[in-house]
């Protein structure tokens, strides 16, 4: 009998364990920046709380409804002068976004319907505590990361064959607003992005051109993403490293969790800037040269003043 209920209660915490391991990746944590735009997913048949420090000075967002009866995409709760906010998504494919302005600052969240949706998401204040609850970004292993560039590459296909492998992949492509970022001799393009949630990594499709006519040459896997005032370093790339002169090169990087281990929450919405490494040296800058010939006097004829 004792041997039964060891078992039990052993079979019980191994349960209890796994619940817990599941329910953490729920609740979330991220910084509170002015300057990015937060990605949070949210249901249709679960409620999703953000907190803030204190209290909640103004909430403004298109789409949202507070009883439920008025036409929206999502239905939002807030008492006045509380420091939370809860919404829930009202149609499967709802998407749209929200504002809330506390401590003077405005912070901007983007809202769509994915699965596993946040629960609860913390918004941590500055100064930023080293390792104090922050929400640790999963672990990804190198095999997993290719497997989400591969998934990038065939997106197209994917949505089109097996729409339900992509479904819950963020997507966006940026052929009618382009993010160039200009570096005077060569300019990398972000042609098209992709957010996965469950790994919280975004992965690029970007375009290097070399306007020189010397071999353009980077270190492959040297590629960061500046978001807002917060830089984040590659976890994974698929670059060759070398662009033709007067060529083009199409690259995939992807970017997981923040520097310090914990989440970045990144949504596609922010105005990226992609950094890499150059190795080659960049060309000498053009010589512009001037003639300042003396000017001769004219001689009148001898014997004319």
Known sequence: MKSTVKFLLSTFAVFTGAVALADSSAIQQAWLDDHVVVSVPVATNRVTTINFPGPIEAIDGAGFTVDGKTPGQFQLAHAKGSAFLSVR????????????RWNDHTYVFELSVSDPPL?????????????????????????????????????????????????DVGFTTYDGKPLVNDFNDFQIQIEEAFRFNAEDTLVFRVAITNETDTPLIYQPDSFSLRAGNRLYPQSISDAGGI???????????????????????????????????????????????????????????????
């Open 243 to 305: 662009v033709a002169p007067k060529g083009q090169s199409i690259v995939y990087f992807a970017v997981t969790g923040t520097p310090d281990g914990g989440r970045n929450n990144l949504s596609l919405k922010n105005q990226f800037t992609v950094l890499v490494n150059r190795l080659s040296p960049p060309p000498p800058p053009p010589v512009v040269t001037t003639t300042n010939a003396p000017v001769q006097p004219v001689r009148s004829p001898r014997g004319q003043p």
């Open 89 to 100: 998504a009202l149609f499967p494919k709802a998407a749209g976004n929200l504002n809330v």
């Open 119 to 167: 629960l609860s998401l913390n918004m941590q204040g500055l100064p930023r505590p080293e390792e104090a609850g922050a929400a640790r970004a999963p672990e990804v292993s190198p095999l997993k990361l290719l497997s989400l560039l591969d998934k990038a590459k065939a997106f197209p296909l994917l949505k089109t064959q097996q729409p339900e492998s992509v479904a």
